[in-house]
């Protein structure tokens, strides 16, 4: 399967000031295949060396950080030389070892000829490991020596191309807000339908394309949440794993709330901030769940009004959520209505906007009943997002915001066509991640 973010892996090949790559996503996005193939197509020869596997590898990494006595003792290991000027050194797992990812410092500045690409699942999570009846320091990542690029599970174009190539070439030449023709644009609405009964975990993306089998698809998905919670059970002990737990499996009721705020009191009674502050920091930095704050104002630049108290919090997959919230493959196929369908599909276009906004995705709630989606920032607009599940217009609190603060252009992602209406720029769900393009000839 082809990734887009292939084409920033070829960016970092190809500088003169090449640091170490390290690969940030959650459990099961494809950050070990993502090396390997690249590795494979654009270098030598691949080595690779998976601290999980060969846990022993620690050893080597915690007597030294220089590269010159590193590669000789990795060499033997694998029984193969490492060519500093044409191979690549891909460090799998590597959150298992704090020591390795502090070797990368040195690997750039000592051995700035080889490329090293690294990867590990909770990289993002600060954990405070008992050493001999101590506490060992968490091991930080050797900040202005490596470079780092976020790994999102596969997108909707992604899923396309491979599902329909013809398809998809027409789709990613849409460009501005004239309506598709209605034959491609229900061709395009099919498809997305059948990506919200997939999501975009690659181990699931692959069973579909390859077997077809929606019940297969859907013990995959089932299995993945299964991973995810023994992954904090994991670390019970170094982590408070029961409040983790208890807030992963809050988010769906949480968001089928009116007001999907997330409320701490929700997870049990008499739960407080204080108590689970951290659990929630662990599930985002794990990439486990996407949080969206809430904003005081919709003004560029939207950084500078976030919200640190008022929030809301996602899954990182529609699949995952999917079988979460217990919906049927058929409801989403036959595009039936359901009260969580909303919820749903904001998850949906939220997954879609990853990465390609400047800064992260907000939302706007002055009150209870006067609440924007989501906003975000494109370019130096601040740009109100309403996300519809169907072809329902009804959104009084958007258009209220839009008739009495005029921004440059709004945005309704809806199973309707593109369209510009004033103020509005209706785009369908299918274009959520190309909704720049459909936004060149409103500004």
Not at 65 to 93: F, H, T, W, Y
Not at 191 to 205: D, K, N, Q, R, S
Not at 254 to 265: C, T, V
Request: proline residues 5%; hydrophobic residues 40%; contains cysteine.
């Amino acid at each position: 399967m082809k990734r887009d973010i292939e084409i920033e892996f070829s960016h970092w090949k190809a500088r003169k000031d090449r640091k170490p790559l390290v690969l940030m996503g959650a459990r099961q996005v494809g950050k070990t295949w993502l090396m390997e193939n690249f590795g494979r197509k654009n270098f030598n020869k691949v080595h690779v060396f998976d601290f999980v596997a060969m846990p022993d590898l620690a050893t080597i990494f915690k007597a030294t950080k220089n590269p010159d006595e590193i590669l000789p003792k990795l060499e033997i290991i694998s029984g193969a030389k490492i060519d500093r000027q044409r191979d690549v050194l891909v460090l799998d797992e590597i959150q298992d070892c704090g020591d390795a990812l502090n070797s990368l410092k040195y690997f750039y500045k000592k051995c700035p000829s080889l490329a090293v690409m690294a990867a590990g699942s909770l990289l993002g999570v600060n954990l405070k490991k008992k050493k001999d009846d101590a506490i060992e320091p968490p091991k930080t990542y050797p900040v202005g020596n490596v470079e780092i690029v976020d790994v999102e599970p596969v997108s909707f174009p992604e899923f396309l191309r491979e599902k329909d190539n013809a398809l998809w070439e027409y789709y990613i030449s849409v460009n501005g807000v004239d309506p598709l023709p209605e034959i491609f644009h229900r061709r395009l609405w099919d498809a997305y339908c059948i990506y919200l009964t997939v999501g975009g975990m690659p181990e699931v993306v692959a069973s579909h394309l390859s077997e077809g089998d929606p019940a297969h698809v859907s013990k995959l998905q089932q299995d993945l949440v299964t991973l995810y919670e023994n992954d904090i059970v994991k670390y019970n002990g170094e982590i408070d794993a029961a409040k983790i737990l208890a807030v992963l499996r809050s988010v769906v009721p949480q968001l089928a709330k009116e007001n999907s705020k997330f409320i701490y009191g929700a997870i049990r009674e008499g739960a407080r901030g204080r108590g689970y502050e951290e659990a929630i920091e662990w599930l985002v930095s794990a990439r486990m769940v996407r949080r969206v704050r809430n904003l005081d104002a919709i003004e560029y630049p939207l950084s500078a009004h976030d919200m640190r108290n008022a929030f809301k919090l996602y899954l990182n997959d529609i699949g995952m959520l999917k079988v979460t919230a217990g919906i049927t493959d058929g409801s989403l196929i036959l595009d039936k209505d359901f009260a969580f369908k909303g919820r749903f599909v904001e998850n949906y276009v939220l997954q879609q906007l990853a990465g390609r906004t400047i800064g992260p995705v907000h939302y706007w709630a002055e009150r209870a009943d006067r609440e924007i989606d989501f906003v975000i920032q494109h370019e130096d607009n601040a740009v109100p997002v309403e996300v519809k599940a169907g072809g329902d217009k009804k959104a009084s609190s958007f258009k209220g915001f839009v008739n009495s603060r005029h921004p440059k252009f709004a945005i309704r992602f809806s199973e309707r066509n593109l369209k510009k209406d004033g103020a509005f720029v209706n785009i369908p769900l299918y274009l959520a991640p190309r909704f720049d393009a459909c936004l060149c000839e409103s500004l």
